[in-house]
């Protein structure tokens, strides 16, 4: 493993003490109850409301991804889209266990902006990352992950600054300052938005590789 250096937990967001924030001193439902009234960055104004991890408290793997996206805005809960629908089935062929899974975001609030009657997602900013970190920051210590996987390169930068590089550190496991091994690879977004079939199918071979990656590492740290 390689070790990263980075900022633990950044400030503590509007809405929650920096302990409560940071230290896992409360349990998933208390940290979502506060997240629900943070107000550190503005994207809660065009958000429809604050989207909290899902999962397991005690769950062995966390996948972060980016942001919520419209679905998720809207119902509430992360990656129940077509994106989240291609991490459930890779997942499932690799053999993790979904009971075992917790499923989150870099930041808890959808940026979008308009276009005609839709709303197109947008990057979030680094500021708006930092924002949230302390959130991401306190569900990792509440759940105890053996292994953190970050979906695409924001939540990479969330963890591991903004050097991390998904390109070049893809399928590896990172040490953070955040206590578990982080692995970095794709956001399923990204293989969803492949040109062509060919493409498509490559990319998501590539995602296959690195989730058995994470499955096996799994395996072995349960004896």
Known sequence: ????????HGKSPQGATE?????????????????????????????????????????????????????EDRAGRPF??????LLDAVREEVGIDRRGVYVTNAVK?????PR????????????????????LAAEIDTVKPKVVVCLGATAAQALL?????VTRDRGALLESEFGPPVMLT???????????????????ARFREDLAKVSSFLKKARG
């Open 1 to 8: 493993m390689r070790a990263r250096k980075q900022t633990r």
């Open 19 to 71: 302990k409560s924030a940071t230290e896992g001193s409360l349990s998933l439902e208390e940290l979502r109850a506060k997240a629900a009234r943070c107000r550190a960055c503005d994207l809660w104004k065009n958000a429809t409301q604050t989207v909290f991890g899902e999962g397991a408290e005690r769950s062995i793997v966390m996948f972060v991804g980016e942001q919520p996206g419209d679905q």
């Open 80 to 85: 129940v889209g077509p994106a989240g629908g």
């Open 109 to 113: 609030h959808f940026k979008w902006e």
């Open 116 to 135: 005609g009657k839709r709303r197109i997602h947008k990057k979030p900013s680094l500021r708006e990352v930092a924002a949230c970190k302390p959130w």
């Open 161 to 165: 600054g903004p050097k991390a590089r």
């Open 186 to 204: 794709v956001h399923p977004a990204s293989i969803l938005r492949s040109p062509d079939q060919a493409s498509r199918d490559e990319a998501r």
